[in-house]
DNA sequence: AGCTTGAGTGAACAGCGTTAACTGTTAACG
DNA sequence: CGTTAACAGTTAACGCTGTTCACTCAAGCT
């Protein structure tokens, strides 16, 4: 039972792999399960039994591709020590940005994907956005350590108004405790590198900056100080 | 021929307005050839009287939908009068976000189909790409307003770096003649907007935030200010 | 009236995701 | 060791998609 799991296994990361292929050569729309299974040397109906469905494929796809950025970013720190958390915060902006420029498609399907969540409420199990989940805890970890290294001054609750202080304290705890200007300013710091990366990766930055580099770098630096970090600054 | 031309002219909005009928009920997968062609009770090779391709239809979708929120946006300033210019530039902000929550699936239509561009150096001449160059210049041209109307502080050139001075320099022209640093400002105003916006209306900022309305108020008093915009702060 | 133009149809093709019934091979168990 | 059951994989088919070709039919212009 061993043996045949492992080969079954396998087969399941030979799939994936095909897929990906597909997905850097042709994009999203190349990716289906015909072309999966002829990229093996298969008939279509071989696939069902690794996968329920087409749609199982792409998500386990995704959730593959969301652990392998995790990973590349989590060791992306540890390679240059413990001593400034800073830098680590940039090391990862930058990280994220560089894996998405090296890897388009893959980025694509990862954040391209214009979910209008039609159906509300519904907590999705997928595997895809449980892997999503664990990325989006790298930087929010990061943060809160950050935090508790060296407090950042944040804007006080007046400036941010009553409603948004009580939507980010009751976050509070996710966020190590911090307070809720704090977490506004981490959650200003996240949102305007996402956009920014989305932007540039998407090409809707293209028609006003050819190349977005020194545009990022200005960025990063901007929002860097805004959390009292000391990034490099921009020759 | 006159006659003609219209009745034609009226059966191209008609399978314009069934295209969008679909796209509201059943998102971007649902507007198909066929069931456009259902919709209006015809057999799908009709439509190929109207336009080339599947392609076509829905660029031609995507360039009224620009048109039209354009419009909307342009007719939002103009009933405000023309006293305060950044009280425009706000409407402008709210305006889009409002259209967007307006037409979740229209605004994904537009501004969701992740476009890694892997054909490089093409200018697109696509109606959907002409009208979204209109909609941008919106933008564009009420930022060079306001800055002729009442300029505002901007980073010196030795912040952003000569690369990116560089690149915004040569962009001067399409702003009104603004220096390196205004554009940058004005840039980063559009960037954070328009991310910001996406990410809420693709529920990216759902995770952490349920309600997005007061973060979005917040952070557009913030990046008002850097324009030195009196804009109205939350309470 | 005659001819032309154009809207629309029906049939067909290739490709898609998916299901059902069937064939071998391979591992496990009495 | 021989039987059996599970499993990988195939073939055939269904309904769906965008697209093309050949055709009909009615309206418009000369």
Not at 68 to 80: F, G, K
């Amino acid at each position: 039972m061993d043996s045949r799991d492992r080969r079954r296994a396998a087969t399941v990361a030979e799939i994936k792999a095909a897929a990906r292929r597909l997905l850097v050569s042709g994009g999203t729309a190349a990716v289906g399960l015909r072309a999966v299974a002829r990229e093996l040397g298969l008939t279509p109906p071989a696939l069902y039994r690794y996968f329920p469905s087409h749609e199982a494929l792409i998500s386990a796809l995704i959730a593959e591709l969301y652990d392998e950025l995790t990973a590349a970013l989590m060791d992306l720190q540890s390679t240059d020590g413990e001593v400034d958390l800073g830098a680590r915060l940039y090391l990862l902006a930058n990280g994220l940005r560089d894996w998405g420029l090296a890897h388009p498609a893959e980025f694509a399907l990862l954040f391209g994907t214009a979910v209008p969540s039609p159906d509300a409420e519904d907590h999705e199990e997928t595997p895809g956005h449980q892997a999503a989940m664990r990325f989006g805890s790298v930087f929010k970890e990061l943060v809160a350590q950050i935090w508790h290294w060296k407090p950042f001054p944040y804007p006080p609750d007046e400036v941010l108004g009553s409603e948004l202080v009580a939507q980010l304290t009751r976050e509070s705890e996710h966020f190590g405790g911090m307070p809720a200007g704090a977490i506004y300013l981490s959650l200003t710091y996240w949102t305007r590198l996402y956009g920014l990366i989305c932007m540039e990766i998407f090409g809707q930055l293209h028609w006003v900056l050819p190349d977005a580099a020194a545009y990022f770098e200005a960025q990063l630096f901007e929002i860097g100080q805004a959390l009292g970090l000391d990034c490099p600054a921009p020759e």
